[in-house]
């Protein structure tokens, strides 16, 4: 049979005996803090592991202590399972409730409630039943209430399968690629260096693997590997792990810090979310302001922030807003993160959070089209597809290689979203709003078609005119080349610098004929005559920019055009002369094309820019040979 791994947390008042729980459950006291020991309750994080039938649960002991909720909150962020304790001779208390409503926020559905110092009370039966009502309307409303006594076993037997149960209805940790690590705990250790300890998700870390942190935003390679305390190749999802890293110091790694693979991460100072204060609240409750102050408690970190409720109204006990969090220092997050929200003063939890775009945008957060975005999104916050729906009738389009990555959405889960979207367009690597990309498409058309009736001299509408088009249509994003190709399969042709309908063909209007004519005939000489004698009327200057556009004038310089025909000449008189004699002084190519300096010199720099031939000193050279 094989061991599934999973994450136990404990939950509960102070002294309603946690700690002492876990050491009767596993042999090992998970306060190792002299100050802890020394006062008799649990300030910081302790840590465990206990083997059950099919199991291998890594437990984080937490603290119940008002004062130390943070610290709770840090040991909680990705736990499977909850254990809360509520001691049988006290009953339900203010820390219970407390940690109860964060285990909410942070989507522990599945736990056990231990019943603790049974062997203090003689009536457990109505502790329980006082305790079920307690839990009547959350998450853990249905879990088993399992009496105890670890002054002297009574009920661990129990209690072990109880958690078995628990655990067997847990669904498998994936293994997505995305490996991300809190650290909950950084020490040295001499002969390893760097040691940092946190709950592995997401994803598995081997040895010799190079990670990305942040902070302090580096890299380091992973020098070693433990789980519960086993040396190992390669640490899995779910597994409390300690990493050996050897670049990186204890001072560079706070608690907090996320361990990931290069390019998975990328901090962020602004995050929008769907905020939830638990209907648990009393109805007294104060309300929750718009910009207010708090702390945003993530993974195994806490950052201070500013509040900003998209209503603007303040929320009370039982209500949802969407809202965006703007930080003072950045964070890592994923979209599908949860977390909690802290007082200022860290004296009391506010509400819960689930993160809908990790990386916000403070000017947009009122505009109804981000609001709908993150509405979508909130209303269905386990649907991968609705979310990269909502993403594409935002954005207008995506790389299909990056949607939702990273996520809580698994490649698998993303991948059979793509197929099952009616609304999206596959555009080689590019994913597109089937809407947006309609309406740019009629767009573009009306355009062309505009620029063919007011100018049909022209070859088509310049493609730097269509651009900006695009990229107001896609916020930015690169889907020219998507939308040209897409329009030539439709219909239109694309030259150098223009695109048309295949059927245009470009005519001098009724009012340039003459000028037009004019030009042809004096293009026809060997000495053509200066371009601003062409120009000088507005109809000359529209007559030549059509007979360049259409090809048969080239544009020489700002000073010289010429016929086609007659630049293609002198330009095969140069090959041929270069291929014969290898190099030649404009001196030697004058005599030999038997043109005016004032016609060889633009002429031989036009053929330099073309990259037929290059200068080298005083000679030329053919640069490269043609068919």
Same mark, same amino acid.
């Given at each position: 049979?094989?061991?599934?791994?999973?994450?136990?947390?404990?939950?509960?008042?102070?002294?309603?005996?946690?700690?002492? =729980?876990?050491?009767?459950?596993?042999?090992?006291?998970?306060?190792?803090?002299?100050?802890?020991?020394?006062?008799?309750?649990?300030?910081? *994080?302790?840590?465990?592991?206990? %083997?059950?039938?099919?199991?291998?649960?890594?437990?984080?002991?937490?603290?119940?202590?008002?004062?130390?909720?943070?610290?709770?909150?840090?040991?909680?962020?990705?736990?499977? &399972?909850?254990?809360?304790?509520?001691?049988?001779?006290?009953?339900?208390?203010?820390?219970?409730?407390?940690?109860?409503?964060?285990?909410?926020?942070?989507?522990?559905?599945?736990?056990?409630?231990?019943?603790?110092?049974?062997?203090?009370?003689?009536?457990?039966?109505?502790?329980?039943?006082?305790?079920?009502?307690?839990?009547?309307?959350?998450?853990?409303?249905?879990?088993?209430?399992? @009496?105890?006594?670890?002054?002297?076993?009574?009920? /661990?037997?129990?209690?072990?399968?109880? &958690?078995? $149960?628990?655990?067997?209805?847990? @669904?498998?940790?994936?293994?997505?690629?995305?490996?991300?690590?809190?650290?909950?705990?950084?020490?040295?250790?001499?002969?390893?260096?760097?040691?940092? $300890?946190?709950?592995?998700?997401?994803?598995?870390?081997?040895?010799?693997?190079?990670?990305?942190?942040?902070?302090?935003?580096?890299?380091?390679?992973?020098?070693?590997?433990?789980?519960?305390?086993?040396?190992?190749?390669?640490?899995?999802?779910?597994?409390?792990?300690?990493?050996?890293?050897?670049?990186?110091?204890?001072?560079?790694? #706070?608690?907090?810090?996320?361990?990931? =693979?290069?390019?998975?991460?990328?901090?962020?100072?602004?995050?929008?979310?769907?905020?939830?204060?638990?209907?648990?609240?009393?109805?007294?409750?104060?309300? *929750?302001?718009?910009?207010?102050?708090?702390?945003?408690?993530?993974?195994?970190?806490?950052?201070?922030?500013?509040?900003?409720?998209?209503?603007?109204?303040?929320?009370?006990?039982?209500? +949802?807003?969407?809202?965006? /969090?703007?930080?003072?220092?950045?964070?890592?997050?994923?979209?599908?993160? +949860?977390?909690?929200?802290?007082?200022?003063?860290?004296?009391?939890?506010?509400?819960?959070?689930?993160? /809908?775009?990790?990386?916000?945008?403070?000017?947009?957060?009122?505009?109804?089209?981000?609001?709908?975005?993150?509405?979508?999104?909130?209303?269905?916050? %386990?649907?991968?597809?609705?979310?990269? !729906?909502?993403?594409? !009738?935002?954005?207008?389009?995506?790389?299909?290689?990056? *949607?939702?990555?990273?996520?809580?959405?698994?490649?698998?889960?993303?991948?059979?979203?793509?197929?099952?979207?009616?609304?999206?367009?596959?555009?080689?690597?590019?994913?597109?709003?089937?809407?947006?990309?309609?309406?740019?498409?009629?767009?573009?058309?009306?355009?062309?078609? %505009?620029?063919?009736?007011?100018?049909?001299?022209?070859?088509?509408?310049?493609?730097?005119?269509? +651009? @900006?088009?695009?990229?107001?249509?896609?916020?930015?994003?690169?889907?020219?080349?998507? *939308?040209?190709?897409?329009?030539?399969?439709?219909?239109?042709?694309?030259?150098?610098?223009?695109?048309?309908?295949?059927?245009?063909?470009?005519?001098?209007?009724?009012?340039?004929?003459?000028?037009?004519?004019?030009?042809?005939?004096?293009?026809?000489?060997?000495?053509?005559?200066?371009?601003?004698?062409?120009?000088?009327?507005?109809?000359?200057?529209?007559?030549?920019?059509?007979?360049?556009?259409?090809?048969?004038?080239?544009?020489?310089?700002?000073?010289?055009?010429?016929?086609?025909?007659?630049?293609?000449?002198?330009?095969?008189?140069?090959?041929?002369?270069?291929?014969?004699?290898?190099?030649? $002084?404009?001196?030697?190519?004058?005599?030999?094309?038997?043109?005016?300096?004032?016609?060889?010199? #633009?002429?031989? %720099?036009?053929?330099?820019?073309?990259? &037929? $031939?290059?200068?080298?000193?005083?000679?030329?050279?053919?640069?490269?040979?043609?068919?």
């Amino acid at each position: 049979m094989s061991i599934r791994h999973a994450i136990l947390a404990t939950a509960g008042h102070i002294d309603h005996g946690k700690s002492a =729980l876990i050491t009767a459950l596993t042999g090992n006291d998970p306060d190792r803090l002299p100050e802890e020991k020394q006062r008799g309750i649990t300030i910081d *994080l302790g840590f465990a592991h206990l %083997e059950l039938p099919g199991h291998n649960l890594g437990i984080v002991d937490v603290p119940g202590h008002q004062d130390f909720v943070k610290n709770m909150v840090a040991g909680v962020g990705a736990v499977d &399972l909850a254990l809360l304790v509520v001691a049988a001779d006290d009953g339900w208390m203010p820390q219970t409730e407390e940690h109860l409503q964060i285990l909410s926020y942070l989507g522990a559905t599945r736990g056990v409630i231990a019943l603790t110092k049974a062997d203090l009370v003689d009536d457990t039966p109505g502790r329980e039943t006082e305790i079920r009502q307690q839990l009547q309307h959350s998450p853990l409303a249905e879990a088993a209430i399992v @009496p105890v006594s670890a002054h002297n076993g009574t009920g /661990l037997d129990e209690l072990k399968a109880a &958690l078995t $149960t628990a655990a067997d209805a847990m @669904p498998p940790h994936v293994d997505d690629g995305q490996p991300r690590l809190a650290a909950d705990r950084v020490f040295s250790l001499q002969g390893i260096g760097t040691v940092v $300890t946190g709950t592995l998700t997401g994803g598995s870390l081997k040895q010799g693997e190079t990670i990305a942190a942040f902070p302090p935003g580096a890299n380091s390679r992973i020098r070693s590997v433990q789980s519960h305390h086993r040396g190992q190749n390669d640490a899995v999802p779910g597994t409390r792990t300690a990493l050996g890293l050897s670049e990186l110091s204890r001072d560079q790694l #706070p608690r907090g810090a996320t361990i990931t =693979l290069p390019g998975l991460a990328e901090p962020t100072k602004t995050i929008d979310v769907l905020l939830e204060r638990s209907p648990r609240l009393p109805a007294n409750c104060t309300p *929750l302001c718009n910009d207010t102050r708090v702390w945003m408690h993530h993974g195994s970190g806490h950052w201070p922030a500013r509040l900003v409720l998209t209503e603007g109204k303040a929320l009370a006990g039982g209500e +949802r807003q969407l809202a965006q /969090l703007r930080l003072e220092q950045p964070a890592c997050v994923w979209p599908g993160d +949860r977390l909690v929200i802290r007082n200022w003063p860290q004296s009391a939890t506010l509400a819960g959070g689930r993160v /809908l775009n990790a990386h916000g945008d403070r000017k947009q957060l009122r505009t109804e089209a981000h609001r709908a975005f993150l509405q979508i999104r909130a209303e269905n916050p %386990e649907d991968a597809g609705v979310w990269i !729906a909502s993403q594409l !009738a935002r954005d207008g389009a995506a790389r299909a290689d990056a *949607l939702l990555r990273p996520s809580h959405f698994t490649k698998a889960q993303i991948k059979n979203a793509i197929k099952g979207l009616d609304s999206a367009t596959r555009l080689g690597d590019w994913l597109v709003d089937s809407q947006h990309w309609t309406a740019l498409r009629e767009t573009c058309t009306a355009l062309i078609d %505009e620029e063919h009736r007011s100018h049909p001299e022209r070859p088509g509408l310049p493609l730097d005119q269509l +651009r @900006p088009h695009a990229e107001r249509a896609f916020n930015g994003r690169e889907v020219f080349e998507e *939308l040209l190709a897409d329009l030539e399969q439709n219909g239109f042709q694309r030259h150098q610098t223009h695109i048309s309908k295949r059927t245009h063909r470009p005519a001098l209007p009724a009012h340039l004929r003459n000028a037009g004519e004019r030009i042809r005939a004096a293009l026809q000489s060997t000495d053509p005559p200066a371009r601003k004698i062409l120009t000088e009327s507005p109809t000359g200057r529209s007559a030549l920019q059509f007979l360049i556009d259409t090809g048969e004038v080239i544009d020489i310089s700002s000073e010289l055009a010429m016929g086609t025909l007659e630049f293609n000449r002198l330009r095969l008189i140069v090959k041929q002369h270069l291929r014969k004699h290898t190099q030649a $002084t404009a001196s030697d190519l004058r005599k030999t094309m038997n043109v005016s300096r004032r016609i060889l010199i #633009p002429v031989l %720099e036009k053929l330099d820019r073309d990259g &037929l $031939t290059a200068r080298r000193g005083d000679v030329r050279v053919l640069r490269r040979e043609e068919d």
